[in-house]
């Protein structure tokens, strides 16, 4: 009971700034994503979604839902154990080879999320190599962040994808430490994506391990999915590949791709691989269906660029403020939290429109914004129904027309 008053005190605090988190309850539809039902009372009873992950819509794909349905059927429910004490499953071991094989790599190693994956293997490899030292760029995702803290090791924050930085703080390090240098391809908030050839050559030139995240890249960039590693032909240049199975793919886990040797000491030393209970099999079974029909598939991408490309366009055209990159992510700049809110707010209520407001800690005070993420199920009605909607209210919000 004492307590509450000191729960309270924050989330009041919270509250105040703007920044206290409200979850939207939905229901998705299979077959019909982006919809979904809402269960906010203020709102209509169905949504379209507009800020999801899933940002090809293979959480709904007939041959991924088949996948888990079979496996289920086959396997059980759950696995039955961590992967040391009988928890491993086939289904694993064919999702890691596929993964394996999408990034060029000798193996890979599944986790129960991306998060875990990032924090897990920074962790043991912060904590175990001798000397080591974690380069990390400035706008790392909390993941990265968290599992560098936790190993202990030596950090320096270079400059958000500034490989001159990342020259000048290599140089200025002994030459007999570990150095890891921490980095994202598509960093998910700007949708910028880092000059990966720089980077990867400074690394080199150093001696220093690359460890790249490319949770926002898996399934949507290169021929095969493989993610700006793979659209460069950068991905034999990179020491780790870490990759989440919950957004492009649609489904659930994370993992690292990398060499023989380096996979077996994180299997071997990591805590967060070892001492948790596996994921499903049909989820690994689902998982995979999902990488192998990306690596042959192109409809989709190609729909999913087309979508993106129509969204930019029309906004440009009516004047509202979005930050210009290269990826399929289109952030439109508010900059003030409480207005972020209560537009999201309006385009649920009276739209139907769902886009979560990104507001701090997400990303700095002062660029709070709504984060649209256009895939191939999103119609040009969509679209439209879309910008119609932020015309009206950025009207009505006398918000500044300048482009951000
Ligand atoms: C979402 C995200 C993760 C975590 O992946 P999950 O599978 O959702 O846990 C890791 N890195 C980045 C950059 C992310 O945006």
């Given at each position: 009971?004492?307590?509450?008053?000191?729960?309270?005190?924050?989330?009041?605090?919270?509250?105040?700034?703007?920044?206290?988190?409200?979850?939207?309850?939905?229901?998705r539809?299979s077959?019909?994503f982006?919809?979904?039902?809402?269960?906010?009372?203020?709102?209509?009873?169905?949504?379209?979604?507009?800020?999801s992950n899933d940002y090809l819509g293979m959480g709904q794909h007939p041959k991924v839902i088949q996948a888990m349905k079979d496996a289920v059927?086959?396997?059980?429910c759950?696995a039955?154990?961590?992967?040391?004490?009988?928890?491993?499953?086939?289904q694993h071991?064919l999702l890691e080879?596929e993964i394996?094989?999408l990034?060029?790599?000798?193996?890979?190693?599944l986790f129960t999320s991306g998060?875990?994956s990032?924090?897990?293997?920074?962790?043991?490899?912060?904590?175990?190599?001798?000397?080591?030292?974690?380069?990390?760029?400035?706008?790392?995702?909390?993941?990265?962040?968290?599992?560098?803290?936790?190993?202990?090791?030596?950090?320096?924050?270079?400059?958000?994808?500034?490989?001159?930085?990342?020259?000048?703080?290599?140089?200025?390090?002994?030459?007999?430490?570990?150095?890891?240098?921490?980095?994202?391809?598509?960093?998910?908030?700007?949708?910028?994506?880092?000059?990966?050839?720089?980077?990867?050559?400074?690394?080199?030139?150093?001696?220093?391990?690359?460890?790249?995240?490319?949770v926002?890249?898996v399934g949507?960039?290169?021929?095969?999915g493989?993610?700006?590693?793979?659209?460069?032909?950068?991905?034999?240049?990179?020491?780790?590949?870490?990759g989440t199975l919950g957004k492009a793919y649609g489904v659930v886990g994370g993992y690292?791709?990398?060499?023989?040797?380096?996979?077996?000491?994180?299997?071997?030393?990591?805590?967060?691989?070892?001492?948790?209970?596996a994921l499903p099999p049909a989820v690994a079974a689902a998982a995979r269906v999902s990488i192998a029909h990306l690596?042959?598939?192109?409809?989709e991408?190609?729909?999913?660029?087309?979508?993106?490309?129509?969204?930019?366009?029309?906004?440009?055209?009516?004047?509202?403020?979005?930050?210009?990159?290269?990826?399929?992510?289109?952030?439109?700049?508010?900059?003030?939290?409480?207005?972020?809110?209560?537009?999201?707010?309006?385009?649920?209520?009276?739209?139907?429109?769902?886009?979560?407001?990104?507001?701090?800690?997400?990303?700095?005070?002062?660029?709070?914004?709504?984060?649209?993420?256009?895939?191939?199920?999103?119609?040009?009605?969509?679209?439209?129904?879309?910008?119609?909607?932020?015309?009206?209210?950025?009207?009505?919000?006398?918000?500044?027309?300048?482009?951000?």
């Amino acid at each position: 009971m004492g307590f509450d008053k000191l729960f309270n005190a924050q989330l009041d605090a919270l509250k105040q700034e703007g920044n206290y988190r409200v979850f939207a309850e939905l229901e998705r539809k299979s077959g019909q994503f982006p919809r979904a039902r809402s269960h906010d009372e203020n709102g209509p009873e169905e949504v379209t979604v507009w800020c999801s992950n899933d940002y090809l819509g293979m959480g709904q794909h007939p041959k991924v839902i088949q996948a888990m349905k079979d496996a289920v059927d086959s396997c059980g429910c759950g696995a039955g154990g961590t992967r040391n004490i009988s928890g491993t499953n086939h289904q694993h071991l064919l999702l890691e080879r596929e993964i394996a094989d999408l990034h060029g790599k000798q193996d890979a190693l599944l986790f129960t999320s991306g998060y875990v994956s990032n924090w897990a293997t920074l962790s043991t490899l912060g904590s175990r190599l001798p000397d080591a030292v974690i380069l990390s760029d400035e706008l790392n995702h909390a993941s990265m962040i968290e599992g560098i803290r936790h190993s202990r090791a030596e950090k320096v924050i270079w400059r958000h994808n500034d490989p001159e930085d990342l020259d000048r703080k290599l140089s200025a390090l002994p030459a007999n430490k570990t150095k890891i240098v921490a980095f994202e391809s598509v960093y998910s908030m700007d949708g910028d994506i880092c000059p990966m050839q720089e980077i990867v050559e400074v690394a080199e030139k150093h001696g220093a391990m690359t460890y790249l995240d490319e949770v926002h890249a898996v399934g949507l960039y290169g021929p095969r999915g493989g993610g700006i590693s793979e659209q460069e032909g950068l991905a034999d240049r990179i020491t780790l590949i870490e990759g989440t199975l919950g957004k492009a793919y649609g489904v659930v886990g994370g993992y690292v791709s990398g060499s023989d040797a380096l996979c077996d000491f994180i299997r071997s030393f990591s805590s967060g691989f070892i001492f948790t209970t596996a994921l499903p099999p049909a989820v690994a079974a689902a998982a995979r269906v999902s990488i192998a029909h990306l690596k042959e598939s192109q409809i989709e991408r190609m729909r999913q660029r087309a979508q993106v490309a129509k969204l930019r366009k029309r906004l440009d055209h009516l004047g509202i403020p979005h930050l210009h990159n290269d990826s399929h992510i289109i952030p439109v700049m508010i900059k003030d939290p409480v207005k972020c809110r209560q537009l999201a707010d309006i385009l649920m209520r009276d739209f139907g429109i769902y886009v979560q407001p990104i507001n701090y800690p997400t990303v700095p005070k002062g660029t709070e914004r709504l984060r649209f993420t256009p895939g191939p199920l999103h119609s040009d009605a969509d679209i439209e129904h879309l910008v119609q909607a932020l015309s009206t209210l950025w009207k009505r919000c006398a918000l500044a027309h300048a482009v951000a």
